[in-house]
């Protein structure tokens, strides 16, 4: 279940009424919707079909792909112990 607060005279903020997380943001219009990636339980079932305020992106953002990686494992080996208390839900 979600809330909807008008955050500005162009739009609403929704939330989770039960724990308060942002979800999205719809417009005053409701034509569109963004939103917040972060919270989908499966984020990478869902193509991009473009960006907004880019205008506030960080420069560097543009070449992260272009850089060295590694996994969580590999660049902590004590994170395969790890206890994650972040999620609203944990008992």
């Known amino acids: 279940m979600s809330d909807k607060f008008q955050s500005s005279s162009i739009g609403y903020h929704l ?6 997380i942002p979800l999205a943001l719809l417009p005053v219009d409701q034509t569109t919707i963004e939103i917040t990636i972060s919270n989908l339980d499966h984020p990478a079932e869902l193509l991009p079909m473009n960006q907004t305020d880019i205008e506030s992106q ?28 972040q999620h609203s839900d944990h008992d």
Do not use: H
Not at 15 to 20: L, M
């Open 15 to 20: 939330f989770c009424s039960n724990c308060g």
């Open 58 to 85: 960080i420069s560097w953002t543009k070449s992260l792909s272009e850089l060295s990686a590694k996994t969580t494992v590999e660049s902590d080996s004590n994170s395969i112990n790890i206890i994650n208390y």
